[in-house]
C-alpha cells in the first residue's frame, strides 16, 4: 500500500511543488516581488491544491475520513512547516547566501517533500 500511495505522492506532490515553484519563480523573477513574499504566494496556491489532490488521490482508502475538520487542521499544521522550511530555503539560498532566485527551488522539490509526505501519511490522512 505505501508503494502506491509514494507513487501517488510523487506525481501529486511533483505537481504541486512544480506550481509553487512556478508562482514564486514568476513572482519573484519575472514581476520583481519580493522572494518571501513570493513564497508565501507560491504556498498558498499550493496549500489549497495539494489538500484536495492529496485527500482525494494520494491518500484514498488511508486512514479514516470521520473527523474532517481536525483533519484539515492537521494538514494546516504541516503545511505551515514546509511553509517556514521553505521560506528557510529561500533564506538561506538567496538572502544569506547571495545565490540566484532559482537555488532553493531544488531544495523545496526535493527535501520539504520528504518532510511533507511522512507527516501526511503518519498524522493527517491516518
Known amino acids: ?6 507513487v501517488r505522492y510523487a506525481l501529486t506532490g511533483g505537481f504541486v511543488t512544480a506550481l509553487q515553484a512556478g508562482v514564486y519563480w514568476v513572482l519573484a523573477q519575472l514581476l520583481g516581488v519580493h522572494p518571501q513574499l513570493a513564497n508565501v ?3 498558498l496556491v499550493a496549500v489549497v491544491t495539494g489538500y ?3 485527500g482525494r488521490f494520494t491518500f484514498r482508502g488511508h486512514g479514516s475520513r470521520d473527523r474532517p475538520v481536525a483533519q484539515a487542521v492537521r494538514f494546516g499544521i504541516v503545511s505551515l512547516l514546509s511553509l517556514a522550511l521553505n521560506a528557510f ?5 538567496v538572502e544569506r547566501l547571495m ?3 532559482w537555488s532553493p527551488i531544488p531544495l523545496m522539490g526535493v ?3 520528504v518532510l511533507v509526505f511522512t507527516l501526511n501519511r503518519q498524522w493527517v490522512f491516518r
Open 111 to 113: 527535501i520539504t517533500p
Open 99 to 101: 545565490l540566484p532566485l
Open 1 to 6: 500500500m505505501i508503494g502506491g500511495q509514494l
Open 89 to 93: 530555503w529561500v533564506w538561506l539560498c
Open 41 to 43: 504566494c507560491g504556498y
Open 52 to 54: 484536495v489532490l492529496h
